[in-house]
């Protein structure tokens, strides 16, 4: 990896043959689905962190404010958004591994993109997996939905296989599109893989997040314990499930959704 633009590396830090895990909160990370995933994947693997991207260029902090610590009148901290660059060799991995957490930029897109892939020993990557959520009308009493886009036809067949529906969509995109696009313009294998969450979700869904997860492992080779997310999903479905008894109007509202979601023209092969 070589240092250049606004990616800068505080460890320089040699990989061989790696995947990539991109994940950014706003728009494309629905009930934080998509990062908390990575810093699951984070946490679980002790990634070690080796850069970060330089957030002046990229954001209107009128739009998203930086983050302050106060204590007692004296100012701590001050935190503007966070673009941090994670690396693990692959002890517990088939491949070498970096993960990049993110904020979706609100500007300068394809500098920020070209940031990531001048940074990169492009010889030397396998495989990008991006990690998104999106709020549907889905019901949690059924699997998670989880839906794909994919750079070649071989990766889309790989996400037939996985269980992964792939997904037909037109309408405005998040940064993943662009990341995806300069894939291509690459050749670097790339998938964007997004967990359904339901739309009456309030807080973090560790369910959806799971199962995406557990799809992410299988694409990119990954040996990571799944089964303390497993647990923290399994938990919550058994909340929603308390809540639903309790709620006559809630458990009303589920019910239409599992009759809507089995009349709706989704293929039920790629629910797991």
């Not at 991006?130 to 998670?144: C, E, K, Q, S, V």
């Not at 071989?154 to 996400?159: P, Y």
């Not at 696009?181 to 959806?208: L, M, R």
Request: hydrophobic share 40%; net charge negative.
């Amino acid at each position: 990896m070589v240092e250049k633009t606004d990616l800068r590396l505080s460890k320089k830090i040699r990989l061989n043959n790696f995947n990539m895990v991109m994940a950014f909160s706003g728009w494309s990370d629905a009930k934080r689905i998509a990062t908390y995933a990575a810093e699951y994947l984070r946490d679980k693997l002790r990634a070690e962190k080796i850069g970060e991207i330089d957030s002046k260029n990229y954001y209107d902090f009128a739009i998203q404010r930086p983050l302050v610590n106060i204590k007692k009148g004296l100012m701590k901290e001050y935190m503007p958004p966070s673009n941090e660059l994670y690396a693990v060799k692959g002890k517990d991995t088939d491949h070498d591994l970096l993960i990049l957490i993110g904020v979706e930029p609100h500007t300068s897109w394809t500098k920020y993109v070209g940031s990531i892939f001048d940074s990169l020993d492009l010889e030397e990557i396998n495989r990008i997996c991006l990690l998104g959520g999106l709020i549907d009308r889905i019901p949690h009493t059924i699997d998670p939905l989880i839906s794909g886009v994919a750079s070649t036809p071989e990766l889309v067949g790989e996400m037939r296989l996985g269980n992964i529906e792939p997904a037909d969509y037109d309408g405005p995109s998040s940064i993943h599109s662009l990341i995806m696009n300069e894939s291509i313009k690459k050749k670097i294998p790339a998938i964007s893989i997004w967990g359904h969450a339901p739309e009456y979700v309030t807080d973090i869904d560790p369910n959806t997040t799971y199962r995406l997860l557990d799809k992410a492992k299988v694409m990119i080779g990954l040996e990571i314990d799944l089964e303390e997310l497993h647990m923290e999903g399994n938990l919550f479905k058994k909340k929603l499930d308390s809540l639903m008894k309790q709620d006559r109007t809630f458990a009303e509202l589920v019910h239409r959704l599992e009759i809507d979601y089995k009349n709706a023209k989704r293929t039920p092969d790629y629910l797991t």
